[in-house]
């Protein structure tokens, strides 16, 4: 079964890529908002209470930044 996965990223960060890198290496979809282009998707982050990226959202969960081990565990 696969998880729905969401990336808030941005075009400059650099942890953003590292994540998406990694969730495509280990065959993982995911819908990706870009918060540098697309206002929807900043609103929606801001809503949440983020003002940086990446947030990665993984069927309601919520980890702020790039981190594997969390990110592992949510996708088992």
């Not at 696969?2 to 994540?19: E, G, H, I, L, M």
């Amino acid at each position: 079964m696969s998880k729905n996965v969401v990336v808030y990223s941005s075009d400059t960060c650099v942890y953003c890529k590292d994540a998406k890198d990694y969730l495509h290496s280990i065959g993982v979809a995911y819908t990706e908002k870009n918060v540098s282009t697309d206002m929807v998707a900043r609103k929606e982050l801001m809503k949440k209470g983020f003002m940086g990226v990446p947030v990665i959202e993984i069927e309601g969960e919520t980890i702020q930044g790039f981190d594997k081990e969390r990110l592992d565990d949510l996708l088992k």
